[in-house]
């Protein structure tokens, strides 16, 4: 599988370099439209003729149906990465395999039972939190949306869903505006963090600042829990200061009147340079007629990824949490 990663990761990226060079356009454009080509494996009409001939070679070397999905996702994905290391925004950022990955196992856990469910990701970016999840529900019916306001991601998102032959709909749009989006079942997001710069939007949220800026993050959780059904869950990578910023109480309260709190994990400290920039993923469930607290959150401080031994340990506890809240 790594060799097959290597070869449709070179391939990519060599033939993004071209169109880079070729057409005057940052790397990541150029994925964008290498990621095209590779799935639509038809040449651009009027281009040069040492230029098209260059493409056309290139389309000779290889074929999609050779790779699989996952081979075709963690390719795409590092030739992302390789383009965003030119950019420094926040949202320009891709969830590492291994989180999406743990938070796949927590979707089928809390899920478990459930044959056909609706998910959302209102911050979607170039969609690989989607697409690992998708991967992941084998023998699930699941109908995904994803919401992205960037422009390069949304058309990378839509690409790399081509790639892994999934329907996806798309909204390209301020994820905090209205959306034309039936509740769904479901809702995962790595959410994007620090001030929402729409004050007069912000104005209709009940997580709407005081003064000032509102946080995103606090408005992205509202708006999600407003399109989830009741008794839905909401999976979020949410900052580990989350119930420590001066607007936690306000926070809290709401939180406390929409919904209930499953689990807050803290991610591994090594997976941050600084533990300022640390993470956890926190699990809602939206309030219904059937629901209620558990007896008891789960809480846990996830030792690294890589030490087998200690997550086993890890695991252990979650299995016996779901066995106990089950039974309860």
Not at 151 to 163: D, G, K, V, Y
Not at 173 to 198: H, M, N, R, T
Request: hydrophobic share 40%; proline share 5%.
């Amino acid at each position: 599988m790594e060799q097959q990663i290597n070869q449709l990761f070179e391939w990519l990226d060599q033939t993004s370099t071209t169109i880079e060079k070729k057409e005057d356009v940052p790397y990541i454009e150029a994925v964008i439209a290498s990621s095209q080509l590779l799935f639509e494996n038809e040449i651009p009409e009027n281009l040069e003729p040492s230029y098209e001939k260059e493409l056309q070679d290139k389309l000779k070397e290889i074929k999609l149906e050779d790779f699989p999905l996952e081979v075709r996702r963690k390719a795409m994905q590092l030739v992302i990465l390789k383009g965003m290391k030119g950019f420094t925004q926040q949202q320009h950022y891709i969830t590492p395999d291994t989180i999406g990955m743990f938070i796949g196992y927590l979707v089928q856990k809390f899920m478990d039972g459930k044959k056909s469910f609706r998910m959302f990701d209102p911050a979607c970016g170039s969609a690989n939190l989607l697409l690992t999840l998708l991967n992941q529900l084998k023998d699930v019916d699941v109908k995904a949306f994803g919401s992205e306001v960037d422009p390069t991601l949304i058309r990378l998102a839509f690409n790399h869903t081509n790639l892994q032959e999934r329907q996806i709909e798309y909204f390209h749009q301020d994820s905090l505006k209205p959306i034309l989006l039936e509740p769904v079942d479901l809702v995962v997001a790595d959410l994007p963090i620090g001030f929402y710069p729409d004050d007069e939007n912000a104005s209709q949220y009940d997580l709407k600042a005081e003064e000032g800026h509102s946080f995103a993050h606090h408005l992205f959780i509202e708006q999600s829990l407003k399109y989830t059904n009741p008794e839905g869950y909401l999976f979020f990578i949410v900052p580990s200061f989350l119930f420590e910023s001066e607007q936690k109480d306000q926070l809290q309260s709401f939180l406390k009147k929409h919904a209930h709190i499953n689990a807050v994990l803290e991610l591994p400290d090594t997976m941050f340079k600084d533990e300022k920039l640390s993470k956890s993923i926190l699990v809602l469930q939206k309030k219904g007629e059937e629901t209620k607290d558990p007896n008891q959150v789960m809480l846990a401080q996830l030792p690294s990824f890589k030490d087998v031994h200690a997550m086993n340990g890890i695991m252990k506890q979650m299995e016996d949490w779901f066995k106990n809240e089950r039974l309860s």
